[in-house]
């Protein structure tokens, strides 16, 4: 008898000892990007120009205007910080003067962690910039968001300062 249930331990053991170092596989594809964003990934190109002038309520407009259109959080975080509070601020002020103009917040990740816990990391970061927005008087119906977790990060690298750059919210205009 207890030479089948050392046997039945052992094979446990071995089978959890083979497994133990399988990662899940990345997504064979992503979602698509918001409708009307490059989806947060940066191509170089600010659309809103005509003529050499920026069209008032158009991206280019809103990069020109506001601080920064990302805020940064620190490790395993959601709170927003003063800095943050402050790029929002100039956030709100271009958007309650563009009353037709909706975006979308996409919510990342650093590479550290489980995809899922990410994706849920990157929801509640996305959130936390909407619900700072709303308490500035955006209206909530003109914001929608997307968690990206750690699939499109803006710096590449398994360091601090890649990780530092990639733990952000993002206020997305539409080209």
């Not at 205007?65 to 990302?70: A, E, G, N, P, Y």
């Not at 499109?152 to 206020?171: C, D, F, H, K």
Request: glycine content about 10%; proline content about 6%; aromatic content about 4%.
């Amino acid at each position: 008898m207890k030479t089948s249930r050392i046997q039945i331990a052992l094979l446990a053991t071995a089978a959890l000892a083979m497994t133990a170092g399988c990662a899940k596989k990345a997504p064979e594809q992503l979602p698509p990007p918001p409708a009307g964003t490059d989806g947060g990934m940066d191509t170089g190109t600010d659309t809103g120009n005509v003529g050499g002038g920026i069209v008032p309520g158009s991206r280019a407009d809103f990069l020109q205007k506001v601080t920064s259109d990302r805020i940064l959080f620190e490790t395993d975080s959601y709170s927003v910080d003063g800095q943050g509070r402050a790029t929002l601020d100039s956030q709100a002020q271009w958007l309650m003067a563009n009353p037709s103009v909706s975006v979308t917040i996409e919510g990342h990740a650093d590479e550290r962690g489980t995809r899922e816990y990410n994706l849920g990391l990157g929801e509640r970061r996305a959130n936390a910039a909407k619900n700072y927005l709303a308490s500035r008087g955006v209206p909530a119906n003109r914001m929608t968001t997307v968690s990206w977790g750690k699939e499109r990060p803006a710096a590449e690298g398994s360091n601090e300062s890649a990780w530092a750059q990639n733990r952000r919210a993002v206020t997305v205009v539409p080209n």
